[in-house]
């Protein structure tokens, strides 16, 4: 292997991540989504693993090679919630790099919707926030994908979550877009300090952010 792969400093921590986006049905065949690959969160999970953690990924998508890992698939919002409150019992960290719908249809379709009226309205309701739902002695990550005002955006919400760590991305920036195997991010810490780092791999990403959250990981328990 690389020689990232060599320090097994997440050796006996388990550390839970989502990914991708969730899919929320309006009726048998169809689904309000967004854009997110799915990359980002299987490089944070792909680098736990190669770290020594035992690594509990929760996604949406298919993803390449997931040896190690235990997978679980999801589709909705809510199913997400529910795999994530029983996923954190014990762990050490959450890194939660899903695009999580804010609003799902509030009622869905038994039958797929005709096209027979001349315009239709869709009515949407919230879905519940995993991230501000999930309180625990785990270290919690979120990430904050933005189009302007990425900084304060990204601090409202590590205020708002009460996260360790808010991975702030400007997506319209060159080489983050959706779908890309790179990504420029920057770190905003509880204490309010940030770091921003350079372009560069969705794996180097990932590892970066390890490093940077290993030293607010609980102590081995005996
Ligand atoms: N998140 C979550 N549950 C939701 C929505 C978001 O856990 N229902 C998490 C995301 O996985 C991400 C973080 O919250 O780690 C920030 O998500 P984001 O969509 O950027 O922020 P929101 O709080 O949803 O605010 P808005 O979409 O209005 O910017
Ligand atoms: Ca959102």
């Known amino acids: 292997g690389s ?54 990924l929760i996604s949406t998508v298919e993803l390449p090679e997931t040896a190690g890992m235990e997978v679980t698939r999801v589709q909705t919002a809510a199913e997400m919630l529910a795999s994530v409150k029983n996923a954190v019992k014990g762990a050490d960290a959450l890194i939660m790099a899903a695009a999580v719908a804010d609003f799902r249809p509030s009622a869905v379709a038994n039958e797929k919707i005709k096209k027979t009226s001349a315009a239709l309205d869709l009515k949407l309701e919230p879905t519940t926030d995993i991230l501000a739902e999930i309180r625990g002695k785990f270290v919690r990550i979120g990430f904050a994908a933005e189009t302007s005002e990425l900084i304060d955006n990204a601090e409202r919400k590590l205020d708002a979550k009460n996260l360790d760590i808010i991975v702030a991305n400007d997506v319209t920036a060159p080489g983050c877009g959706f779908g890309s195997d790179t990504n420029k991010v920057t770190l905003i810490f509880r204490d309010g300090h940030m770091e921003d780092l350079p372009l560069m791999s969705k794996r180097e990403v990932a590892d970066a952010i390890l490093d940077k959250t290993m030293p607010l990981l609980a102590p081995r328990r005996s």
């Open 3 to 56: 020689v990232l792969n060599k320090k097994k400093d997440l050796a006996g921590k388990t550390f839970v991540v989502t990914t991708g986006g969730t899919r929320e049905p309006l009726d048998p065949v169809r689904f309000i989504g967004n854009r997110s690959s799915g990359k980002m969160g299987y490089a944070m999970a792909a680098a736990a693993r190669d770290r020594g953690a035992m690594v509990k």
